[in-house]
């Protein structure tokens, strides 16, 4: 079987073979071979950046950005940034704009008018327009060329020519022409404004929405161009951003250095130790088999899987996966939140038994009680439990009464209600063991695959088994594309944290 190093870390090896092979990435001196002990490693200062590099890192950082977003998540569109209107950025946008419209209205009243601003916004108008068109639409381009031709419309108005409205005519003719069909009728509302300003006004409030449409359009036509070569793409540009600072893997290098002391075993266990009988039975086979010594897959997994574990917004984020932090904080909220609803559906089971449950209309129904009581769980959750606990207990006693079984005890209710409000509490154990469960599972969708884990779904969380698969799938789609741009940077970091002979003991075959 082949090492794990050339075809597990490298997942898909076509794309893996871009631009860069042999990454340079800060582990590759003798300081970096002794990362682990921070207290005999001079402080490293931090670069000081000019300004134009520093403009030119923010360029490359917004390219990739864009692009990583474009790739990974399907629904990403622009749309209308709408300011609240007391808001203090609201007020002083619209004090700025009515300044500007109103200057404009003193000039063309003027005697005679003057043009200068109505010419720099039928410039701006001009632009606009071309930068909608087509690479094919040569006539049309051709046709705005001369019609709005920046020169003759200056001699207009110098003789106090300039025919405005006629010009707006033809923009609208032109926008009517070019919009999408969502802007149809907001082209025609324009048409029946007769003060000239206003119109203009309008003009460029439309105009900015048909740019909007335009670039959500391209965004469109370019995303299977760049699924493709996502991958290429995203770690070359990361390359130049890492040939500008040395040190930008240095967050990753501590977050792989502290997954692999996750899952390595202390020395002093050994098989026939009382804890590691606990782990392997606690543990599937695929992870009791890979359990021992570390491979550079598993620890890169461990990586991934602690970033769901613990508090992102005040660790230190690894810079190979920023641009997926708030996903990733949100991902960790669904988790939390699945723990606490599977907590409270298996509570509820053991005492109403399976006949309720047996009925998904019943079950739906307390999944959405539970999850509208407990949107405050993080900040108040005894308060959310005492809520859930009490209505729970009501739809319980309602569905035995609706199919004339016999209503629980005041023993049971009260026991029922007390297990449900001791769900707040982090070290309960229920709770403990739900949440040790979906993060196995999390782990073994990354090893196994997604297919393979649904078809060995855990039997105790089968009561969110879409909930849950929906995460898993959002979850490993993104650890993966995470995993093919920045493996050969992994790999390298991963050889100074892992012994060579280590490394190669184990394999994981389901990859």
């Known amino acids: 079987m082949p090492n794990i190093e050339e075809t597990v870390l490298q997942s898909d090896s076509s794309e893996a073979e871009g631009e860069v092979q042999k990454p340079k990435t800060p582990g590759q001196s003798q300081e970096n071979k002794s990362f682990c002990s921070d207290s005999h490693r001079p402080e490293r200062q931090p670069e000081v950046l000019s300004v134009t590099e520093l403009i030119e890192t923010i360029s490359k950082v917004s390219k990739l950005s864009i692009a990583h977003e474009i790739v990974v998540n399907k629904d990403f569109y622009l749309e209308e940034s709408v300011l609240p209107p007391n808001s203090l950025e609201g007020r002083f946008v619209d004090t700025v704009y009515k300044a500007f419209w109103d200057h404009l209205k003193e000039q063309l009243l003027s005697t005679p008018p003057d043009f200068t601003c109505a010419l720099k916004l039928l410039k701006e108008v001009k632009e606009i327009l071309l930068s909608l068109l087509l690479p094919r639409q040569n006539r049309l381009r051709n046709e705005v060329e001369e019609a709005l031709d920046m020169d003759l419309l200056k001699q207009e108005a110098e003789h106090g020519a300039l025919d405005v409205p006629h010009l707006s005519n033809y923009i609208l003719n032109l926008m009517a022409l070019l919009c999408a069909p969502a802007r149809d009728e907001a082209v025609r509302k324009l048409k029946s404004?007769?003060?000239?300003?206003?119109?203009?006004?309008?003009?460029?409030?439309?105009?900015?929405?048909?740019?909007?449409?335009?670039?959500?359009?391209?965004?469109?036509?370019?995303?299977?161009?760049?699924?493709?070569?996502?991958?290429?793409?995203?770690?070359?540009?990361?390359?130049?951003?890492?040939?500008?600072?040395?040190?930008?893997?240095?967050?990753?290098?501590?977050?792989?250095?502290?997954?692999?002391?996750?899952?390595?075993?202390?020395?002093?266990?050994?098989?026939?130790?009382?804890?590691?009988?606990t782990m392997a039975c606690a543990l599937p086979n695929w992870a009791a088999d890979n359990s021992e010594l570390p491979s550079p897959t598993i620890v890169l997994y461990q990586g991934y899987l602690?970033?769901?574990?613990?508090?992102?917004?005040?660790?230190?984020?690894?810079?190979?996966?920023?641009?997926?932090?708030?996903?990733?904080?949100?991902?960790?909220?669904?988790?939390?939140?699945?723990?606490?609803?599977?907590?409270?559906?298996?509570?509820?089971?053991?005492?109403?038994?399976?006949?309720?449950?047996?009925?998904?209309?019943?079950?739906?129904?307390?999944?959405?009680?539970?999850?509208?009581l407990t949107e405050e769980f993080n900040s108040r959750p005894e308060e959310a439990m005492l809520s859930?606990?009490?209505?729970?207990?009501?739809?319980?006693?309602?569905?035995?009464?609706?199919?004339?079984?016999?209503?629980?005890?005041?023993?049971?209710?009260?026991?029922?209600?007390?297990?449900?409000?001791?769900?707040?509490?982090?070290?309960?154990?229920?709770?403990?063991?739900?949440?040790?469960?979906?993060?196995?599972?999390?782990?073994?969708?990354?090893?196994?695959?997604?297919?393979?884990?649904?078809?060995?779904?855990?039997?105790?969380?089968?009561?969110?088994?879409?909930?849950?698969?929906?995460?898993?799938?959002?979850?490993?789609?993104?650890?993966?594309?995470?995993?093919?741009?920045?493996?050969?940077?992994?790999?390298?970091?991963?050889?100074?944290?892992?012994?060579?002979?280590?490394?190669?003991?184990?394999?994981?075959?389901?990859?």
């Open 306 to 372: 602690n970033l769901l574990l613990s508090d992102s917004d005040k660790e230190e984020f690894p810079e190979t996966l920023l641009m997926d932090r708030i996903r990733l904080q949100e991902m960790e909220s669904q988790l939390r939140q699945l723990t606490i609803l599977t907590s409270v559906l298996l509570v509820a089971r053991s005492f109403s038994g399976n006949v309720l449950f047996n009925s998904p209309e019943f079950v739906d129904k307390l999944k959405c009680i539970t999850k509208a």
């Open 388 to 511: 859930v606990s009490e209505q729970v207990s009501l739809e319980i006693q309602q569905g035995l009464k609706s199919m004339g079984l016999s209503a629980l005890s005041s023993k049971n209710t009260a026991s029922l209600t007390g297990q449900l409000q001791n769900i707040a509490k982090k070290e309960n154990r229920v709770r403990t063991i739900i949440d040790q469960r979906i993060r196995l599972f999390l782990k073994c969708c990354l090893v196994r695959g997604m297919q393979e884990s649904l078809l060995d779904f855990p039997g105790g969380l089968i009561l969110i088994k879409g909930e849950l698969a929906d995460l898993g799938w959002k979850f490993v789609n993104l650890m993966r594309h995470n995993q093919q741009v920045y493996s050969p940077y992994y790999a390298e970091i991963l050889k100074n944290i892992i012994p060579p002979a280590q490394a190669g003991e184990t394999e994981v075959e389901c990859l």
């Open 193 to 277: 404004i007769t003060d000239p300003v206003q119109l203009l006004r309008g003009i460029f409030h439309v105009l900015g929405l048909m740019k909007m449409d335009m670039v959500n359009y391209t965004i469109r036509s370019l995303r299977p161009y760049l699924k493709e070569h996502s991958v290429q793409y995203e770690r070359a540009k990361f390359q130049e951003l890492l040939d500008r600072q040395p040190n930008l893997l240095e967050c990753t290098t501590k977050w792989l250095t502290k997954a692999a002391a996750d899952i390595t075993p202390p020395s002093s266990s050994s098989p026939d130790s009382p804890g590691s009988s």
